[in-house]
């Protein structure tokens, strides 16, 4: 990734042509010269003013005079007309944000750089700005760019530089700089043979340079060809069709080649043509099936819908890579216009549409509600009680009295239509035949059940009608199966993707190979089952291998699922449950508490531990006994806080492990609870640390790769020699993401100190703060409270861990602990 960015400044950041041409031509009069008209400005302008002078001013006059006068003008008229061009400032504040440092190479005059880009930029800090001044040579001379390069600490091939003229071209060049030739400054695309490296059409195409991977030097760019233009605007569109295509339903009709994706580009482009973020709506998740017998198994959100939300975001995520402006999907959660011919209670309705909205993480999904529609033609929608709400949204497409009855009578007269009509009775059916008792006899359930299925196409009609109008340039997601020929594209919320499933009318089911299936509740029960709960609800449903795991209780401890919490019923022990089943629940879950555990000896733990891989080995055995001690030598043998890490983190590079593989680390460790500390204090914080970089965002997660932490202490079992490691890298097997920090800690006892060769000083303060605020924040954050007889089985590498301060009341506090790696 880019370390810095160097900029020109006319016609780069700025636009200042028109003060330049003012100041010039006003000098030109008083020496009684002829005006110039812009056209010749914008040829001399990549050359500097003095420049302009030089080749406009004939030689029997004083041009040293006429050059002093111009940078009066200009000086007092530099503002008049200069303007950043469009998005540029906003691209300045985000790089800034990313760490990255700026600079400006300019042949202006120096001082009038620095107050142009105080004026203009107030809130952007420039490490370096280089303007013409005695003693270094100009553009395309390198000696420019190559001051800068030193004062801002960084190699030619750790930056860009991004010019609009020939001269930058040659500059960039002259400096070893990948160039970047920007088409909307005063270039006029005439480079004269001179290629640059890249070559972009709008600001915000840059940062997709910038985040351009490097190799294992460091060196930015060499995976990219040279000359490579950066995509234009329908190549990024011509980018987003199979990416949108590997997120739909595709049937055996299917129509999104050719005729779905010709409809979708020309959408595509009305965003893209205005660099706005690509805008989706999906109508969905109004609320739970009532049938929680054979469908759901809950009123309130489970993790069914967890995934299915997680996979919007992914979407839209995998979007964002593409497309730098971004990409937001609204939800248009609306149970009110069907909850009551579906027989939902306004309270759970509300409850699942609450419940839902905690549940997103990124900015990529926001929520939407009948209200929305509303609100265009009716005030304070959201004061109306449901039933007005339905009544004004079927009003705003009804056709005059008795425009129900001609409804259903349309319907009626069309076999199309009819049969549409059939199935939705047969759908209403199945969702609410549990209340059908109450309705009285057969016959006028079924009349009943017509009715409702009348009702629900009056209703949709309106509600397509309404999302028409107030989503006019949105792309329509839908959770019914189309064709894909569009405007309506069907959106996999599964990852089945020959068939719509929507997670309010299934339940969740984790199979024991580790896949996810959303099934009816009828079907799933044909399995064996564990039901695992979050709460007080139903959250998902666990394969197990035999019966017998159903009678144990499980509970997620921190949704959407970081910690599963095992109890034995009274009398039964974990003798059924394999190392194997239990390491894949401890990978997937973060961390397992089997509760009561009881082993009465540290050769029972062993026992237990072995089948989890090799045990680490230390100078006194393989269990760590962790217990207070009155004279502590380090903070884990004391009662104060223990600052977030990972086991076996800091070996000394000399270790026969460490020296096989770098970043050899425990894969699982075992926490026993021997005695628990008091009540409310001495918990050992877990976290989880694939929520971390999800609350982290992209963005950060890719500038957290590029940036390693050097950690030093002087007491640990390893003789204190630092290590550094990214604070973002793959996991060894699986290749995903994992967040891998550790927490500073200034106690006399024990310093654990970081540092970092990408920052320094208050600007790598100020980067810790933000990595602490994100470790702890509570949606990512397990404070574990121990009961005697806990044994917690945690997976090393998808999670971080530390302990909370204890007082003196702990001081018998004892876990035993196992590291086991593979
Ligand atoms: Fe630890």
Redesign the pocket.
């Given at each position: 990734m880019v370390k810095a960015i160097l900029f020109d400044l006319d016609g780069t950041l700025i636009d200042t042509l028109a003060d330049i041409a003012g100041a010039m031509n006003r000098t030109f009069a008083s020496f009684d010269l002829p005006s110039q008209p812009l056209s010749v400005y914008v040829k001399l302008v990549g050359g500097g003013s003095k420049n302009m002078v030089e080749t406009l001013v004939p030689g029997h006059l004083d041009k040293q005079k006429v050059f002093a006068h111009y940078l009066m003008d200009y000086e007092q008229h530099s503002l008049v007309e200069t303007r950043a061009y469009p998005g540029v400032h906003e691209a300045l504040r985000h790089f800034q944000q990313a760490g990255l440092k700026l600079a400006v190479v300019t042949n202006k005059h120096h001082q009038q750089a620095v107050s142009l880009l105080k004026s203009l930029f107030p809130d952007i800090h420039f490490h370096a700005v280089q303007g013409v001044v005695e003693g270094i040579a100009k553009k395309p001379h390198p000696q420019m760019a190559d001051t800068v390069l030193a004062q801002i600490d960084c190699k030619a091939e750790q930056c860009l530089y991004v010019g609009d003229t020939i001269t930058d071209m040659k500059t960039a060049q002259a400096a070893g700089i990948p160039s970047v030739y920007v088409r909307w400054g005063y270039g006029e695309g005439s480079l004269d043979g001179q290629a640059p490296d890249f070559e972009i059409a709008e600001i915000s195409q840059l940062p997709v340079l910038v985040q351009a991977p490097s190799d294992q030097e460091g060196k930015t760019m060499t995976l990219l060809a040279k000359n490579k233009a950066v995509p234009d605007k329908s190549a990024i569109a011509e980018k987003l069709i199979p990416v949108m295509q590997s997120y739909l339903v595709a049937g055996e009709q299917d129509k999104f080649v050719g005729q779905g994706a010709a409809l979708l580009l020309s959408q595509l482009h009305f965003f893209i043509e205005q660099a706005l973020p690509l805008e989706f709506i999906l109508p969905g998740f109004p609320c739970k099936s009532p049938n929680d017998v054979d469908k759901s198994f809950s009123v309130m959100p489970d993790y069914g819908e967890v995934r299915a939300i997680e996979r919007l975001d992914e979407f839209a995520g995998q979007l964002n890579e593409i497309y730098p402006p971004g990409c937001r999907v609204t939800i248009l959660s609306d149970g009110t216009t069907f909850s009551d011919v579906v027989c939902v209670s306004e309270e759970n309705k509300e409850a699942y549409k609450k419940a839902l909205r905690s549940l997103t993480v990124t900015e990529n999904i926001s929520w939407a509600d009948l209200t929305a529609l509303l609100a265009p033609v009716k005030d304070n929608a959201a004061a109306l009680s449901s039933e007005a709400k339905r009544k004004a949204l079927v009003n705003r497409v009804a056709s005059g009295p008795r425009a129900f009855e001609k409804f259903v009578n349309k319907v009626k007269g069309d076999s199309e239509q009819a049969r549409v009509h059939d199935k939705l009775c047969s759908y209403l059916y199945h969702d609410i035949h549990l209340e059908r008792f109450s309705e009285g006899d057969r016959d006028s359930y079924l009349e009943s059940i017509s009715e409702k299925a009348y009702q629900m196409m009056y209703r949709g009609r309106a509600l397509s009608a309404g999302i028409e109008q107030a989503y006019p340039h949105h792309i329509r997601l839908s959770v019914h199966q189309y064709d894909n020929a569009g405007p309506k594209f069907t959106f996999a919320l599964t990852d089945h993707q020959q068939k719509s499933i929507s997670p309010w009318h299934t339940v969740p089911v984790r199979l024991l190979n580790g896949q996810y299936l959303q099934l009816p509740h009828s079907l799933a029960k044909e399995k064996q089952l564990a039901k695992v709960t979050l709460g007080q609800d139903n959250w998902l449903y666990l394969e197990v291998p035999a019966t017998e795991f159903s009678r144990y209780q499980y509970q997620v401890i921190k949704g959407p699922k970081f910690g599963l919490k095992i109890s034995a019923p009274q009398g039964l022990g974990y003798e059924i449950f394999s190392a194997g089943f239990l390491q894949q629940l401890s990978e997937e879950f973060g961390f397992v508490v089997l509760t009561k555990a009881g082993f009465e000896q540290q050769e029972q733990l062993l026992d237990f531990c072995q089948p989890f891989g090799d045990i680490y080995q230390w100078e006194f055995g393989p269990v760590h006994v962790v217990r207070p001690k009155e004279k502590p030598d380090g903070f884990?043998h004391s009662i104060e806080k223990?600052p977030l890490?990972?086991?076996l983190s800091m070996l000394p590079a000399g270790d026969k492990y460490v020296e096989q593989n770098p970043r050899f680390a425990a894969s699982t460790?075992m926490l026993y609870c021997q005695t628990p500390p008091a009540a409310g204090e001495g918990q050992t914080t877990l976290v989880d640390s694939r929520m971390a970089l999800k609350i982290a965002g992209q963005e950060k997660v890719n500038l957290w790769r590029e940036t390693d932490i050097t950690y030093q202490t002087k007491m640990t079992y390893f003789g204190g020699v630092p290590r550094s490691y990214p604070l973002v890298f793959k996991h060894p097997k699986t290749g995903e993401d994992i967040f891998r920090y550790q927490e500073g800690s200034e106690l006399e006892m024990q310093k654990f100190l970081l540092s970092s060769e990408r920052l320094s000083g208050q600007a790598f303060d100020d980067f810790i703060k933000d990595v602490n605020a994100i470790a702890y924040d509570e949606r990512c954050l397990v404070a574990h409270e121990w009961q005697a007889g806990d044994l917690v089985i945690i997976d090393n590498l998808y999670t971080l861990?530390?302990r909370l301060p204890m007082s003196e009341k702990s001081m018998a506090r004892e876990l035993w602990?196992v590291q086991c790696f593979n």
């Open positions: 884990v223990t890490h990972w086991d460790f861990h530390g602990r």
